[in-house]
């Protein structure tokens, strides 16, 4: 026990050194790709007003987009560092302030999203397990493939065309959290896929080592086998891809959002790339990429806790 908690720092040590690095890298990347972008940032934001090119020619100045673009990351991340995100072109305000407005929103759909994946993809994988290489198995893994397969805009597409024309409901309030629940499920499917998937190899890879043949031979019912000696064994695969799709569902947020004309980080990021609003761009990039990693980090951490051997050395 004490072995077990002495390598508790180290570990924690290690993984909040590859989450800075990780954090640098996305915020290198996320700075080069959106000056990469086709246009002038600058020319974009004042096209509306019909400014001349004195007045383009200020706000790069004011952008420091005239100074060398070394110049510019080193005074971004610096700036960043700080916790200054700047202030958004498009709505001129402080970043921080819109991305907090928004990150409740984001958050409920990604929440919605999250336990539909969960509440589908676990029991499907426990199915095809179940009845492997029977209909239910096949049935099962089809859902899954078609989950994966599917992209996220078209099936949010036909979800809305069939709810609303042929059964005449509509979509509830936008910005009310029963909102969630259509755009939820959707996003929810695209996840549950692999969650059921991994699900399936973990058990049926579980169920066929010996101590579970030895359960079995003293009479156990198949379920008594599953919850008291395989579920903690496969629960650290599942675990981890789950938690990965959690960070997928960020990122499926920005097309979902979109499609279900739902406020969000995702329609911001949209917008700011739209506008070529750098700021806004590289604050919410920034922003889900931390929360990805955080997310990565707390399953590290449960995966450890529930068993030292894959996250506690």
Known sequence: MMAHSSSLLPMLRRRLIVALLTLLGVATVVFLLVRLLPGDPAETMLARAGAGPEA???????????RPLPAQYADWLGRVARGDLGRSLLNNRPVRELIAEQWRSTAILAA??????????????????????????????????????????????????????????????????????????????????????????????????????AAR????????????HAARNAAVPVLTVAGLQLGFLLGGAVV????????????????????????????????????????????????????PRHGWQ
């Open 56 to 66: 383009v020619a200020s706000l790069r100045a004011e952008l420091g987009l005239d």
């Open 217 to 228: 031979a003293r009479g156990l019912r198949w379920r008594a086998v599953l919850w008291r």
């Open 112 to 213: 919605v999203a999250f336990g539909w994946a969960l509440l589908t993809g676990i029991p499907l994988g426990i199915i095809a397990a179940r009845y492997r290489g029977r209909w239910p198995d096949r049935f099962a893994t089809t859902l899954a493939v078609l989950g994966v397969a599917i992209p996220i805009f078209w099936s949010g597409l036909l979800l809305i065309y069939v709810l609303s024309n042929w059964l005449g409901w509509l979509p509830p309030p936008a910005g009310t959290p029963a909102s969630a629940l259509l755009p939820g499920i959707v996003l929810g499917f695209a996840a549950a896929g692999p969650i059921a998937r991994v699900t399936r190899a973990t058990l049926l890879d579980v169920l066929a080592q010996p101590y579970i043949t």
């Open 256 to 307: 979902t959002e979109s499609v279900f004309n739902r406020p969000g980080l995702g329609r911001l990021l949209v917008d700011g790339i739209l506008w070529r609003d750098l700021p806004l761009v590289q604050g919410v990039a920034l922003a889900l990429a931390l929360t990805y990693v955080l997310i990565n980090l707390l399953v590290d951490l449960l995966a450890g806790w529930l068993d």
